[in-house]
């Protein structure tokens, strides 16, 4: 009887432990956010194109590159940025920046008054 209990137990464990292991989706990150306008000062070789190749407009923005392989994201999925709405990612920042989102505005003036702002929630939209 023991014999028989042990042998259940045992392949009882077998079952648990050899299923597939859990495995975690990160959907959120905490990011810096930014806004920028390509005007005159542009340091690109082609200012006013994103890195998907498309002209920029309002409801774009820019993630560093950690962000974009942390949740998985591809030229043009949206993203929801906690407090300021749904953008459509279509660019990337430069190579340095980390942890970091960069919205787009077509007024300099209105990406001036915007500033920064810290521990922003990013949600990836499904």
Same mark, same amino acid.
């Given at each position: 009887?023991?014999?028989? %209990?042990?042998?259940?137990? #045992?392949? $009882?464990? %077998?079952?648990? #432990?050899? =299923?597939?292991? *859990?495995?975690?989706? !990160? @959907?959120?990150?905490?990011?810096?956010?930014?806004?920028?306008? *390509? =005007?005159?000062?542009?340091?690109?070789?082609? *200012?006013?194109?994103? &890195?998907? /190749?498309?002209?920029?407009?309002?409801?774009?923005? &820019?993630?560093?590159? @950690? !962000?974009?392989?942390?949740?998985?994201?591809? +030229? /043009? @999925?949206?993203?929801? %940025?906690?407090? $300021?709405?749904?953008?459509?990612?279509?660019?990337?920042? &430069?190579?340095?920046?980390?942890?970091? &989102?960069?919205? +787009?505005?077509?007024?300099?003036?209105?990406?001036?008054?915007?500033?920064?702002?810290?521990?922003? $929630? $990013?949600?990836?939209?499904?």
């Amino acid at each position: 009887m023991k014999r028989i %209990l042990f042998c259940c137990i #045992f392949l $009882l464990g %077998l079952i648990i #432990f050899s =299923g597939p292991e *859990p495995t975690c989706s !990160v @959907d959120m990150a905490v990011v810096t956010v930014t806004a920028y306008h *390509p =005007g005159v000062r542009a340091r690109d070789s082609r *200012p006013g194109i994103t &890195a998907s /190749g498309r002209r920029v407009q309002e409801g774009m923005v &820019a993630l560093s590159r @950690d !962000v974009e392989y942390m949740l998985d994201l591809e +030229f /043009g @999925d949206e993203i929801r %940025l906690e407090g $300021l709405g749904v953008y459509q990612f279509q660019d990337r920042t &430069a190579y340095r920046c980390r942890k970091k &989102a960069d919205i +787009f505005l077509n007024s300099y003036r209105k990406a001036r008054h915007f500033g920064v702002r810290r521990n922003v $929630l $990013l949600l990836k939209l499904v």
